[in-house]
Every structure is written in structure tokens, then in C-alpha cells.
């Protein structure tokens, strides 16, 4: 895969998804980007969080009613009595 361009917008839907302990939906990320990006469009948000799923940054959880929950990729790694444990943040 081709090295992905920096983008100010994605990292704040990074941020987001890192910072709230709710799964949320494409359209509450997009409205909390909002606040700091007026411009953005929920076009944009959609297209940056499949890219992150599409790398592995974050993961899609579908739900019954056929919508989409995402959330990052991040966790702690911790030995405790010779196993690793590994715990979502």
C-alpha cells in the first residue's frame, strides 16, 4: 500500500474514536469533528474512518439494524503470571 498522506481531519477522528469509551456511529463522529472542522462533510468523515478500518487503526462493528459502530485500535499489553494480557483502552 501506497504511504497515506497526513491529514489533519482523519487525526481528529482518530483522536475521537480514542478518547470516548462508546462505540458510535459515522454520523456522532462526524458531528463532534464538526466542532473543530466546520467544514468537513460526513462524506469525508466515512471515507476516513473505512480508510482506518482499511489499515487497521480501527474496526467496524456492525449492529442488527444494519448500521456500522467503529471504534480504534487501541489497547495495553501486560504480563501477569507468564501470559499476555491484552485490554482495550
Known sequence: ??????SRQRE???HYLAS???HP?????YL?????FPNISLGTVYRNLNLLTDIGE???IPTP???MLFRTIIFSVQAV???WIWNWI
Request: negative net charge; without cysteine; charged residues 35%.
Open 1 to 6: 500500500m501506497a504511504a497515506i498522506k497526513y
Open 12 to 14: 481528529a477522528i482518530k
Open 20 to 22: 470516548t469509551k462508546e
Open 25 to 29: 456511529t459515522a454520523d456522532t463522529v
Open 32 to 36: 463532534h469533528v464538526k466542532e473543530d
Open 58 to 60: 480501527a474496526i467496524k
Open 65 to 67: 439494524d444494519g448500521g
Open 81 to 83: 503470571d507468564g501470559y
